[in-house]
């Protein structure tokens, strides 16, 4: 071969070469370029798996393989200590700052489930804190709404009609037609009491007579003394007969069927202490020094006792009458003398003198009576005996009985007596009373 054709033959294989190897190396640069933008872009993970994929000799990828292995694992445990920080903040209802903590967790195992916290999981727990608000707000406005209702049931009891109007019309939501119902009774009891005050001024005894037996039966023992007034009325058209035998033949009372009432003897708890014959004119003579000496309590428990054993005295009456009105947490509770009042209401309960027992219960809740939870209670099943015994018709006895009932359970401490004093149909009323 000449000179010349070795010299051609030398420069064709140097351009094969050349031209074999330039894609090789033009792949390369293309990859080390794509680990090198990884690695800028804190890509750790996929930076260490372009270079170590690469020649070894090729350049420094065999350092940067090692650098961006030891880079990726770091990155791994920062994501899940990042996973497990937004977890704790989840669970904590921290939801902002879980939102960043899983925004953050970018690649790695965990970058799935942290994606998935951020779409869809964090937004729910949002939105059912927002209903668990709405529903501790609605109980509690529930809770404040019973309260005022039931503030406004024992004003009407102790016959209070300023206070208990002011606590009725402030009811609102689900107790508002209880409210309402208590609003139009006291409203046509005084209604009625008023008419039968102008009739009995005019000397229309009769018409007078017909009106306060209207109030007597919205509220026997309301304000005024609507059944002494019927009575007066009665006298007055029958001159000639003394009060006690003017008086109409009263009905026999109702006497309730076994199953829902057991006669039995009065709750130990106040169950009435043997004792002599009651010293009225003591009791009178102490109530009238007590009241002098601003000694509210000791007055109003001994005049209440009189009233116990003498239910007409007059005197005893207006000596109640006129004591310092007390209200609210400044109310003096009685002392134990008044709670022999409490255990005639109850004695009258269990001999079927319904009406009777509401009457000495209330009065002695109106002296602010230490036992009253069991007032309160008794108070519940006396009217709810007669709703059962008037055939399950007078919706209003039922409210009133519901309404004593949540009271008494309100009261700390108090416990319903059992099933060897009431019965069971009487207890589960009771029990299914919510506060």
């Known amino acids: 071969m000449s000179k010349k054709s070795c010299i051609r033959t030398s420069a064709f294989l140097l351009l094969a070469a050349l031209l074999v190897t330039a894609p090789a190396f033009a792949g390369k640069d293309d990859d080390y370029n794509a680990a090198q933008a990884a690695a800028a872009a804190g890509k750790a993970e996929e930076a260490a798996r372009l270079f170590c994929k690469l020649d070894p000799g090729f350049k420094d990828a065999k350092m940067m ?15 899940e200590s990042r996973f497990q920080e937004g977890l704790k903040a989840f669970n904590e209802g921290h939801f902002d700052d879980a939102k960043q903590k899983f925004q953050n967790v ?18 729910a727990a949002i939105q059912a804190k927002e209903k668990e ?12 709404q019973n309260q005022k209702f039931d503030q406004g049931v ?13 606590h009725f019309q402030g009811v609102t939501g689900g107790r508002k037609g ?45 304000p005024g003394d609507a ?13 000639t007969k003394p009060i006690e035998t003017a008086e109409r033949p009263k009905p026999e009372p109702l006497q309730p069927k076994p199953e829902d009432v057991k006669r039995q003897v009065v709750v130990a708890a106040v169950k009435e202490p043997s004792r002599p014959k009651v010293d009225v004119a003591r009791l009178l003579a102490e109530a009238a020094d007590a009241k002098a000496r601003g000694d509210i309590s000791s007055a109003k428990s001994k005049y209440i006792a009189v009233l116990a054993a003498e239910e007409r005295n007059v005197q005893a009456r207006v000596g109640l009458e006129t004591l310092p009105k007390e209200t609210g947490p400044t109310q003096k509770r009685a002392s134990s003398e008044a709670d022999v009042m409490l255990a005639k209401g109850i004695r009258e309960y269990y001999q079927g003198l319904f009406e009777k027992a509401e009457t000495h219960i209330s009065d002695y809740l109106d002296v602010n009576g230490s036992k009253t939870g069991l007032s309160h209670f008794y108070m519940g099943a006396s009217k709810l005996t007669r709703f059962y015994l008037n055939g399950e018709k007078d919706a209003g006895l039922k409210r009133d009985a519901e309404a004593a009932f949540r009271l008494a359970k ?3 401490g108090f416990r319903a007596p059992g099933e060897a004093y009431l ?12 506060q």
């Open 423 to 434: 019965s069971p149909k009487i207890l589960k009323a009771y029990q299914d009373v919510s």
């Open 227 to 239: 059944k002494g007034k019927a009575s007066q009325m009665i006298a007055l058209l029958n001159p």
């Open 410 to 412: 309100k009261t700390s």
């Open 133 to 144: 608000k709405e529903r501790e707000a609605s109980a509690g406005a529930e809770a404040a």
């Open 178 to 222: 209880d409210a309402d119902n208590y609003l139009n009774r006291m409203k046509q009891y005084e209604s009625a009491m008023a008419e039968g005050d102008r009739l009995s001024a005019a000397k229309n005894y009769k018409q007078a007579q017909s009106s306060y037996e209207d109030a007597a039966r919205l509220k026997s023992d309301g």
């Open 65 to 79: 393989c090692g650098i961006m292995q030891k880079e990726a694992q770091k990155e791994l445990q920062r994501n």
């Open 106 to 123: 970018r690649t790695g195992p965990r970058a799935e489930e942290a994606k998935q916290y951020v779409i869809s999981r964090i937004p």
């Open 154 to 166: 024992q004003a009407y009891n102790r016959n209070d009609f300023n206070s208990a109007r002011g």
